[in-house]
């Protein structure tokens, strides 16, 4: 929910690996049969099946011409390069979009697939599959370093050092001392899905903020999040390894929610802007005293974007779900009165210790305001706006009554 920041030896790494896996396949044995070419010639123009051959192998270059923006590119950059492929390679782009099959080698596929096999998306995503996985020892860091630097063109010392250190900084190699075995040559085993979302600084779902997405790696296996495409591999094959179109996600709002669903091209990105600072969550209590959670929108003027959005990960019904933790918060939130918590710093002070107001309290109420953790637990984003519409008080709580009430009330639920 809140902006993602991809660092600079993600995309080095990430560049490195597009460079050696992807495979430009120019002058390839195209076929397209007499109805296929029929559906295209629905175009004003009529393409021939050379002039397919030819516009085919101008895209291939295109994309050859443009691998790093396509790899590392922006979202914004991402955006521009699907309105050159429009516009530029308009059959290519109807190809994607009307699922037109083509014969490759004298087999039929369809042709998004040909330009997604060209990408090796599937390499990326089912990295080792001959082997059972990783073996990251303590003592590997060398064997890691040297591999790296040696199947890599270009990519600086301290980048490697970087991936290395983060690698076994987030895999907890001091508490696991043997993870798996490695492919020793292969970049692949040590660039991958499962290695980028855990170098990625998430541990929530940045669509939902519900559920954990930390990657787990056990004696025979592993498990990650999903990795969703913001724009659809089937329609922009050309993008499905670029790595501001990977998001990682629950399997909620990838399988189960967006699926296919299409985003609008200016449908808010996760790694563009935090949703955050477009909607808040805000709580009613109903005059039976139970609870309501609401989704308020607040940018009015980019209500379009967001509205996609919400409508399709389905926040508000999502949400609704969660009053417990709504009830639970508020009633901290009234135990632990201001009064309370300068008790507490004064506490901790007399015995030299200087904790801030904000961060005991933050501690004792369980939520937490640093921008940059709302992505690392989940339901926080829910939470904060929980305590900050408190700090503007609620209307029917006024009276010290109902909140001695209100208090009674979670006690006995808990
Ligand atoms: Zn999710």
Sequence with gaps: MVKIELSNSIKELHFQYCKRYVNFKKDIDLYIDEKQLKKINNLEKKYTLEDIKNVHNEFISFCENNLEEIAIGNPNRLKEIITTVKSEYRVIDFMFEKNVTVYIDGELVKYSDVILEMYNYEGFTKFNSTSKGFLYRKEDKNIIFNNIKNNTEGLS?????????????????????????????????????????????????????????????????????????????????????????????????????????????????????????????????????????????????????????????????????????????????????????????????KKNLYISSQKIKEIAIGYITDNKNINKEPLSKLKRDVVNQMNGKIDILNEEEDILEYILKCLEIY
Aim: with cysteine.
């Design 157 to 349: 010392d301290s980048t490697i050092n970087e991936f290395v250190e983060l690698l076994y900084d987030r895999l907890n190699i001091k508490k696991q001392n043997i993870i798996k075995r490695i492919e020793e040559d292969k970049f692949y085993s040590y660039w991958n899905a499962y290695t980028f979302v855990f170098l990625i600084d998430i541990k929530t779902c940045p669509y939902c903020n519900r559920q954990y997405i930390t990657p787990i790696f056990y004696d025979n296996g592993r498990m990650r999040a999903d990795l969703d495409h913001f724009f659809p591999k089937s329609k922009y094959p050309y993008l499905s390894m670029s790595i501001y179109n990977l998001i990682p996600c629950c399997k909620f709002c990838n399988s189960s929610l967006k699926g296919k669903k299409e985003f609008d091209i200016d449908t808010i990105n996760p790694y563009e802007s935090s949703i955050d600072d477009y909607i808040k969550f805000k709580f009613e209590i109903l005059q039976n005293k139970e609870i309501d959670i609401k989704l308020e929108n607040k940018n009015e003027c980019g209500s379009v974007k967001i509205d996609k959005y919400i409508d399709i990960f389905k926040l508000e019904q999502q949400y609704k779900y969660h009053t417990n933790i709504v009830d639970e918060l508020i009633c901290r939130k009234l135990m632990y009165s201001d009064e309370y918590i300068e008790d507490i710093r004064k506490y901790f002070e």
